[in-house]
């Protein structure tokens, strides 16, 4: 054994070259099977005791002294021998001596190439138990030894593994366990305080290779591991290696954690998932309980997931814990099936308190939850409930955004979650938190910023987005979970008795949150008991100050949205007021388009005006959209004179209610030759040499128009139902429908005609050059007789002293379209029904009684196709005494 231990004294030339030849590898196999021709190589050196003689060399090599480095120089060269003395064969050829560092670590290399080479066989391991060697090399591993003799240990890692891998024998199992080898190793890396992590962290991965490969025969090892309490030492490690600061120890954590990772698909059995109770209360649509695969990725271990479960719930710095939720994140994602098979851990539950107190992990926690429903196709009710109990209680508004976009996400993910997630009581804790964003809104110190502070002032900001994006998250959560068939009676009577409606209803008034808010109130609407909620939003508008002319608007639209999509809606419409609550409306804005402006409404934006009016005449129309309960209680009791009278009202239609004679003739330049094509533009279809006055005027025609003909928005240019040949609706008033169909739209034999957009209607003066012109607008149809009415009543209304022949090109324009519309056959009978041929005789009779005024002309062929269609003897007869006098 002297010729492997290199000696710090010279050693004769001849004794070193010996001492080499020794040991090297090759040369040795040789000379064994020059003496054993007989026998196998390792057998023969099994039978020597060979392994075990290496083993205890290698144990004692961690004891050698420290070698210093030789000086560079020349290299002296050893003595010549006397001439007459014969020289040996080992003299024949001098070589330069090598440096002793250099002889070590040539040992060093040579020795563990023979001992590994060994170790791929059984028999060499069983030897080794046989001799108790074998834990010689446990020992060896997991002790501390001087920083010059670290690749020794190394070296007996490296036989240790190569024995797990190959030799690892029922004998050898059987030795390991009797032996307590692994708590021998557990205990030193416990108890030494000369180790560093990083050489620990070294150390469990030369036992984890022995853990994994004796996992496939046995399950003795994982259990001594066990036993010893290894995994309390590993979760008590990953928490020191948390607290250092070097770089390497933060390598040696992702190591340590990665092993972790991977010793939880070591075991002989194979777990499979438990199966879900029975009667699980909420399952997604195809949802199937997976079963392992069998590629290795199945967990085994449970003990050593609960190392990384535990280590999360200790863990102080958010990169541990990021760390462990990636590992858990791998395990989940590697194999459908682990995620069932350690739902008994319930470990997203237990995670979710302490996900609160660290803000980085936050993100990676609710990727899991989500990775649970949109890729395991599972519903985590526990999870869940866990969230709740965080949103609850947590103080950290970025934690509580976070889980509220995951919700949001849920929630839109399947109609299910409606349920789910009112179960687990999440409804109820978003009703409390949309509970204090209203507190917070009417708390005036909440409003004030900090006075020459600006650090201050920007923490504040930042609060109050915060605050306010988990309020707009929230709302738009509510609204998801208030929509359905199925649920929304549910959740809508819970949201109102959790104080939820009054609230919602409380903060529309909060320009920042209106349009969240208001979105909440229309599923409120629809829900079969959205009554009040109706009656509430509409006392609301009717109650703000008269500037409010945007908080108006907004929640018109909102109820427009709402009217255009259920009949029901529109029926509640009318019995809580709402087309008195919308005229009141318009009557609360007299004298707002006056030229000047006056009253106050100086200040008010008449773009804003023009919306708010433009949102009421839409709502009107919607409201009464295939509901002749409607159209009829908004003709008998709103009335549509008492409609024209409001229009007026607003300032820029004189009081004038009959035409009279004029001496103006029509501008050349006829501003409102197209004034149904562009009503979007700033000055309608008038050019800027159009006073505001008519501009005002002309808007309002179009206005009344679209109500007439329900043609506020796409839907309703189509045919409506009256006319299809599968229904036969009521009139708007009260008569029965007309069973002809309208020309233009379906024919006898072939499809239907394209309808034509409002666009495509271009309005001239009355000239027979443009015969196409007329016939394009005749295919409009008439649904509220009642708004022709109006806009005949307003006819004789409009003036202007400045431009008195710009007034009277308006009054031809709006004559042509009511001429045009009288073209249908279907529309002279629905206009007949409402009297326009009486109301025409009272309003234009100077017009309609000299031939030379300028609005004659379409008027008289107006009351001619009038005529040919329902002209009673009485009207005759007025006409006749109007001229009389």
């Known amino acids: 054994m002297e010729r492997f231990v290199p000696c710090q004294s010279p050693v004769p030339e001849s004794g070193s070259r010996a001492g080499h030849a020794a040991v090297n590898p090759s040369r040795t196999l040789k000379r064994t099977r020059e003496l054993y021709p007989g026998m196998k190589t390792v057998d023969c050196m099994t039978t020597m005791s060979v392994p075990s003689t290496l083993v205890k060399c290698l ?134 305080d000369d180790l560093s992590p990083l050489e620990i962290v070294e150390m469990f991965a030369g036992l984890s290779c022995f853990l994994k490969d004796s996992s496939n025969v046995s399950q003795t090892l994982l259990d001594d591991f066990r036993m010893c309490q290894g995994y309390t030492f590993l979760c008590d490690l990953m928490l020191r290696l ?26 002989v059995t194979e777990l499979k998932p438990a199966g879900l109770t029975t009667g699980a209360p909420f399952l997604l649509p195809g949802f199937v309980l997976p079963q392992p695969s069998g590629k290795g990725h199945t967990v085994r271990n449970i003990q050593a997931f609960s190392v990384l479960q535990n280590a999360f719930l200790r863990a102080r710095t958010s990169r541990l814990a990021c760390m462990l939720l990636d590992a858990i994140g791998n395990i989940y994602a590697a194999e459908p099936a682990n995620y069932f098979i350690l739902e008994s851990q319930h470990t997203l539950s237990q995670f979710a308190e302490r996900v609160a107190k660290l803000p980085e992990p936050q993100t990676k926690y609710f990727e899991l939850l989500e990775f649970v429903v949109f890729s395991l196709n599972y519903v985590p009710c526990k999870e869940l409930f866990s969230v709740c109990v965080l949103l609850k209680s947590s103080t950290s508004l970025s934690c509580s955004i976070t889980a509220a976009r995951t919700l949001l996400k849920l929630a839109r993910h399947d109609p299910v979650f409606s349920d789910v997630l009112r179960e687990v009581g999440l409804l109820e804790v978003m009703v409390n938190l949309l509970h204090k964003y209203a507190a917070l809104l009417k708390d005036p110190a909440s409003q004030q910023q900090p006075q020459n502070n600006d650090q201050a002032d920007c923490k504040n900001n930042l609060i109050a987005e915060e605050q306010k994006q988990l309020a707009w998250l929230v709302m738009e959560t509510l609204t998801v979970l208030l929509q359905g068939s199925n649920t929304t009676n549910t959740n809508a009577a819970l949201f109102r008795e959790f104080g939820g409606a009054r609230c919602v209803h409380n903060i529309v008034k909060y320009r920042q949150c209106r349009e969240h808010a208001l979105l909440i109130i229309q599923q409120l609407v629809l829900s079969p008991s959205g009554d009040d909620d109706m009656g509430t939003l509409l006392g609301l508008m009717h109650s703000a100050p008269s500037s409010e002319l945007q908080l108006k608007t907004d929640i018109l639209r909102a109820l427009l949205a709402v009217l255009r999509e259920s009949h029901r809606t529109r029926t509640v419409f009318r019995k809580v007021g709402g087309f008195v609550y919308i005229t009141s409306l318009l009557v609360a804005m007299e004298r707002s388009l006056c030229q000047p402006p006056r009253h106050g409404w100086e200040r008010v934006n008449q773009n804003q005006v023009f919306e708010l009016l433009h949102t009421v005449f839409c709502t009107l129309t919607a409201a009464m959209r295939y509901e002749p309960a409607n159209s009829h209680f908004f003709r008998t009791e709103i009335q549509y004179e008492k409609l024209a009278d409001a229009v ?238």
């Open 59 to 192: 144990y004692l090599f961690f004891d050698l002294p420290h070698m210093a480095e030789a000086p560079v120089g020349p290299t002296p060269q050893p003595p010549q021998p006397p001439p007459n003395q014969e020289k040996t064969p080992g003299q024949a050829h001098t070589q330069p001596e090598l440096p002793l560092a250099d002889r070590r670590a040539l040992l060093q290399k040579v020795f563990v190439q023979i001992l590994v080479k060994l170790c791929t066989f059984v028999s060499p391991a069983e030897e080794l138990a046989q001799k108790d060697d074998l834990q010689l090399l446990f020992s060896a591993i997991t002790s501390w030894c001087p920083p010059h003799n670290l690749p020794w240990r190394r070296s007996a890692g490296e036989v240790l593994t190569t024995i797990s891998r190959h030799g690892l024998s029922v004998n050898v199992v059987k030795y390991i366990h009797e032996k307590e080898c692994l708590s021998t190793c557990v205990q030193n890396m416990q108890q030494s």
């Open 242 to 267: 948390e607290q250092a600061k070097e770089d390497e120890s933060k390598d040696a954590l992702k190591d340590l954690v990665n092993l972790v990772t991977c010793l939880c698909t070591y075991g």
């Open 648 to 885: 007026r009202l607003l300032g820029c239609f004189s009081d004038t209610k009959k035409l009279g004679p004029t001496g103006v003739f029509p501008s050349n330049a006829q501003p409102f030759q197209r004034l149904l094509e562009d009503e979007a533009s700033s000055g309608g279809c008038a050019g800027d040499s159009v006073c505001p006055t008519l501009k005002h005027c002309s808007k309002l025609f179009i206005y009344l128009y679209k109500m007439a003909t329900d043609s506020f928005d796409s839907r309703a240019e189509q045919v409506p139902p009256c006319l299809t040949h599968e229904t036969s609706l009521p009139s708007p008033w009260g008569t029965p429908a007309l069973a002809r169909k309208r020309q233009g739209y379906y024919g006898t034999s072939g499809p239907p005609a394209p309808v034509k957009a409002l666009t495509d209607l271009k309005l001239h003066s009355v000239n027979p050059s443009h015969p196409a012109s007329f016939s394009s607008s005749s295919d409009m149809v008439v649904i509220h007789p009642g708004a022709v009415l109006a806009m005949l009543d307003l006819l004789p209304s409009v003036s202007s002293d400045s431009q008195p022949e710009h007034a009277l090109d308006l009054q031809l324009a709006v004559a042509n379209i009511l001429q045009l519309l009288v073209n249908s056959e279907r529309n002279q009978q629905v206009l007949c029904e409402a009297c326009l041929h009486q109301r025409l005789l009272q309003r234009c009779s100077q017009a309609l009684g000299d031939e030379d005024h300028p609005l004659h002309p379409p008027l008289q062929r107006m009351f001619e196709r009038l005529a040919s269609q329902a002209l009673q003897p009485i009207a005759l007869r007025y006409q006749h005494r109007v001229q009389v006098f």
